[in-house]
C-alpha cells in the first residue's frame, strides 16, 4: 500500500530563532556559529508546545549541556590560539579573535533565551505539580523538612574555607559549583570571605517530600542556612558562581607511551585554564571582584545570570514518575531475521545479509553477535573497535568471555575518544587482564572506524562476518541515537576489513581494497570521485543526484565539489543534523542544494550517502554507502573511517527507500538553512510527515527486506511517484 506522504516541497515558516548576524555573505559559514545556530534549533525543543513537559524541560537540559562542552573545547581552543598568536583563518575567512567575538556575544544571547525557556517551563510544571522551587517560598513544613535535611544530610559533606593570606584560594574543578559568602564577627572592622564548594556527588536538586514534586537546588539551601555553616557570624552578601575550564587534550606526537600520557593529561584537564566564570545576577560585588581577580577569566567570558547557573542538571527532574509528561515509552524492536534463525546470528548472516536501524530496532542483537562469536566453539577470533563504549558495557564483557574462552581477541581502543578517555583507560586495562590483545591505534590520528570482524570454521574452510557501524558500541546511546547497523559474510569485504585492522595494529597501509573505502588514505578520494561522476552524468543529460545524510559538513574540498555538482545540474539534498559550513539555494552557487536538519525525539546519527548513478533517486541502481565518518577535515584527514558499499539488493531498498528517504520527507522535525545561513523551521500542519514515528510505527527493517514487499509496511514516495 501507498502511504499519502508531502513532497519535499512544503510551506516553510520562520521559527524564532535569531540569524547569524554580522557573518557576510560569503561561499563558506563559520563551523562555531553553524553549531551555537544548531544549539539553538536543540533549545527550539524545549519551546515546543507539541512535546510533553518533561521532554521539553530535557531538551533545554542538553542544550545547556551542549553549550557547556562548546565552552570547554571550541572556545577555549579559540583562546588558545589567540593568546599564542595563532592567526589560521576559518573557512569563512575570520581569525580566531574575531570568532570569539562573533561567539560571545551568540553565547550571551543563547544563555538568556536558555533562562526564559526554564521561566516558563517552571510555570507550566507547577501547574502539573512538579515545582521548581525556591526555599523561601515554600510553607512552613517543607521549611522544616528542609531544614532537618540540610544539618543532617549536606553540613557534614560541605567544607567552608577561609580566603585571606593564611588560606590560599581553594581550587575548583571543572565545571564546579560554589558559593561565596562575606561574613562579618562581632566588633571586628575586618570582614572576612569565606567559600563553600559544592561537592560533586552531592545531587544537585533535593525533593522535598509531599504530594506534588518540589525540587530545590542545593546551593539554594546553602545561602538559606547558612547560619548552621557560620554561627555567630553576619552575612553580609553572598554570591553564587559556576566555573568552565579548558578540557581539550592535544595528543603530543613525541608521547612514547599514550595511556600514561592520558593519565597525566586528564589529571591537567580538571585543572586546565578557566575560559568561563559563571555568576548570579544578585552576586556581592566584593564577592565577585574576588572571583575575577583569582580566575583571571578574559572580562568578554564573565557571564552574570539572571535565573539558575548549570541547567544541564535540570535532566534529574525529568526522571520524576510522571508518564503523562513524557514521550510514549518505546520498546525496539528484536530483529526478525534472527529470530527465525532461533537466535543464531551467523546463521542469519550467512543466509543473507542483514541491515539493523537503531533504536528502532534493539542493540542487543550486535551485543548477541559477540556473544554467541565468545561462546561458538567454531570461532577462532575476534577484532574489535572500540571508540565509546559506555559505563557497564555488555560488548567488553563479551570480548573479555571469549578471550577467556581461549580464542583470539584484538581489540582496538581509542585512548584520544574526547571526555571517555578515563573510562576507555579504564576498559583497556579490564581487557588486557583478561588476555585481550589491546592496541591504541596511531598517535595522530584517532581510530573512529566502527567494525568487528569475527573469523568462524566451518565446513568449507573459513568465513568472516563482519558488522559495520555509523556508531559506536554503546548500548546505552543506541537507545537515543540513530543508527545503522551492518552484518555481512561477503567475503570481499571481510578481506577488507582484515586489511583494515593490519593498518591499525601494523600500519600495513591497505592495498587494492575491493569493497572499503578507508580515511585518511582514501575516502575523501573516493567521494571525490563519486561526486564527480553526477557531475559527468548531470552533462551527459543522464539523471544526477546526490543524497547525503551527515551530522556535520565542513570540509572545504567537499563543499567545493558540491557547488560544482549544483553549478552542473545535478540536485542535492543534505540531511545535516549539525553544523553545515556550505550555503543553500544561492544562485549561481548552489541553488540545486537543499539542506535539512531533523532535530527530535531521537538524536540523527547515522551516516548515509547515495548517488543517482545515471539512473535517478531513488532508484535500485543507485550507488548507497553507510560510513562512521562525517563530511569534516578531521574524518577525512585526521581520522581512520570506513566508508562502506551497500550493494546487497534488500539492503541497498531498506537504506535508501526507507531510512534515507524518511528522513528526506520528513516535515515535522525538519529545519531548512535558508541561502541567508538562517533555519527556518518546517511546517505542515496535519499534512505533516515524522520520520521518528513512522519508523516507530513500522517493522520497517528489522532485519526482514520481505516486509516492503509484502506490503505490511507503508512505502514511501517520493512527489507522488512509487518506489
Known amino acids: 500500500m501507498d502511504s499519502h506522504l508531502p513532497s519535499t516541497t512544503g510551506a516553510v515558516e520562520a521559527d524564532a530563532v535569531p ?419 589491546v592496541i591504541y591505534g596511531f598517535t595522530e590520528w584517532k581510530t573512529h572506524a566502527k567494525v568487528s570482524l569475527v573469523v568462524r570454521r566451518e565446513e568449507e574452510g573459513y568465513r568472516t562476518y563482519c558488522h559495520f557501524g555509523t556508531g559506536n558500541y554503546h548500548p546505552i546511546n543506541a537507545k537515543i541515537y540513530t543508527d545503522l547497523s551492518y552484518f555481512t559474510a561477503n567475503p570481499r569485504l571481510g578481506r577488507d576489513a582484515a586489511k583494515l585492522f593490519n593498518f591499525i595494529t601494523g600500519y600495513v597501509e591497505p592495498k587494492d581494497l575491493e569493497k572499503l573505502a578507508v580515511s585518511p588514505i582514501g575516502l575523501r578520494e573516493k567521494l571525490h570521485e563519486l561526486i564527480d561522476r553526477e557531475v559527468e552524468n548531470a552533462q551527459a543529460g543522464k539523471p544526477a543526484g546526490i543524497w547525503a545524510k551527515l551530522n556535520a559538513i565542513t570540509n572545504r574540498e567537499i563543499i567545493d565539489k558540491l557547488y560544482a555538482a549544483s553549478q552542473a545540474g545535478v540536485e542535492i539534498h543534505l540531511v545535516i543534523r549539525g553544523i553545515c559550513s556550505m550555503r543553500a539555494g544561492v544562485p549561481g552557487l548552489s541553488e540545486n542544494i537543499r539542506v535539512t536538519s531533523i532535530i527530535g525525539r531521537f538524536l540523527e546519527h547515522g551516516r548515509i550517502w547515495c548517488f543517482a548513478n545515471g539512473k535517478g533517486l531513488p532508484s535500485r541502481q543507485a550507488a548507497v554507502f553507510i560510513t562512521s565518518a562525517d563530511a569534516m577535515s578531521r574524518n577525512l584527514n585526521r581520522r581512520v573511517e570506513v566508508l562502506v558499499p551497500i550493494t546487497n539488493k534488500t539492503v541497498h531498498d531498506q537504506v535508501l527507500g526507507q531510512v534515507m528517504l524518511a528522513n528526506i520527507l520528513d516535515t515535522e522535525q525538519s529545519w531548512v538553512l535558508d541561502a541567508d545561513g538562517e533555519y527556518r523551521r518546517r511546517r505542515q500542519g496535519n499534512g505533516g510527515f515524522n520520520c521518528h514515528d513512522y519508523f516507530m510505527s513500522n517493522p520497517s527493517l528489522s532485519g526482514r527486506g520481505a516486509a516492503i514487499e509484502a506490503g505490511t509496511v507503508p512505502k514511501l514516495t517520493l512527489r507522488g511517484k512509487r518506489v
Open 19 to 437: 540569524s547569524d548576524e554580522g557573518v557576510d555573505v560569503l561561499p563558506y559559514v563559520n563551523r562555531e556559529l553553524s553549531w551555537l545556530s544548531f544549539n539553538r534549533r536543540v533549545l527550539a525543543e524545549s519551546e515546543n508546545e507539541s512535546y510533553p513537559l518533561l521532554e521539553r524541560l530535557r531538551f533545554l537540559s542538553i542544550s545547556a549541556s551542549n553549550l557547556d562542552e562548546f565552552t570547554m573545547v571550541r572556545i577555549a581552543g579559540l583562546e588558545g590560539q589567540v593568546h599564542r598568536g595563532i592567526d589560521t583563518t576559518a573557512i569563512d575567512g575570520t581569525s580566531p579573535r574575531q570568532q570569539l567575538d562573533a561567539i560571545r556575544e551568540q553565547v550571551l544571547t543563547l544563555e538568556s533565551r536558555q533562562q526564559q525557556s526554564l521561566e516558563t517551563l517552571t510555570g507550566l510544571l507547577a501547574e502539573e505539580g512538579i515545582h521548581i522551587a525556591r526555599a523561601d517560598d515554600l510553607d512552613a513544613t517543607q521549611q522544616q523538612w528542609l531544614e532537618d535535611y540540610f544539618t543532617s544530610e549536606i553540613l557534614p559533606l560541605i567544607t567552608p574555607q577561609a580566603i585571606d593570606p593564611s588560606h590560599p584560594f581553594p581550587f575548583v574543578a571543572n565545571l564546579g559549583m560554589g558559593v561565596i559568602f562575606r561574613l562579618k564577627r562581632g566588633k571586628r572592622k575586618a570582614n572576612l570571605v569565606e567559600m563553600v564548594l559544592i561537592p560533586s556527588g552531592v545531587p544537585r536538586f533535593v525533593r522535598v517530600p509531599g504530594n506534588e514534586a518540589v525540587y530545590v537546588a542545593i546551593e539554594q539551601l546553602i545561602v538559606r542556612y547558612a547560619e548552621f555553616l557560620f554561627p555567630g557570624f553576619k552575612i553580609l552578601g553572598d554570591g553564587r558562581f559556576r566555573v568552565l575550564r579548558d578540557s581539550d587534550i592535544e595528543v603530543e606526537e613525541e608521547a612514547e607511551d599514550l595511556v600514561r600520557f592520558f593519565r597525566t593529561a586528564i589529571q591537567r584537564r580538571r585543572r586546565g585554564r578557566a575560559v568561563l566564570l559563571e555568576l548570579d545576577d544578585d552576586c556581592d560585588p566584593a564577592a565577585e571582584a574576588l572571583l575575577r581577580e583569582h580566575f583571571d577569566v578574559d572580562a568578554a567570558m564573565i557571564a552574570k545570570t539572571v535565573g539558575m547557573l548549570g541547567l544541564h542538571h535540570l535532566d534529574a527532574i525529568c526522571s520524576e514518575p510522571r508518564p503523562d509528561l513524557k514521550f510514549p515509552p518505546f520498546s525496539p524492536r528484536y530483529p526478525e531475521r534472527i529470530l527465525e534463525h532461533d537466535g543464531d546470528c551467523f546463521s542469519a548472516i550467512r543466509e543473507k545479509d542483514i541491515v539493523i536501524h537503531h533504536p528502532y530496532e534493539s542493540f542487543e542483537v550486535v551485543v548477541d553477535f559477540l556473544r554467541q562469536a565468545a561462546n561458538d566453539p567454531n570461532v577462532v577470533s575476534i577484532k574489535q573497535t572500540l571508540y565509546r563504549a559506555g559505563d557497564q558495557s555488555p560488548v567488553i564483557a563479551a570480548l573479555i568471555e571469549a578471550a577467556e574462552a581461549g580464542k583470539a581477541v584484538t581489540a582496538v581502543v581509542e585512548l584520544k575518544a574526547r571526555f571517555d578517555e578515563e573510562r576507555n583507560i579504564h576498559w583497556a586495562s579490564e581487557l588486557e587482564r583478561a588476555g585481550v590483545q
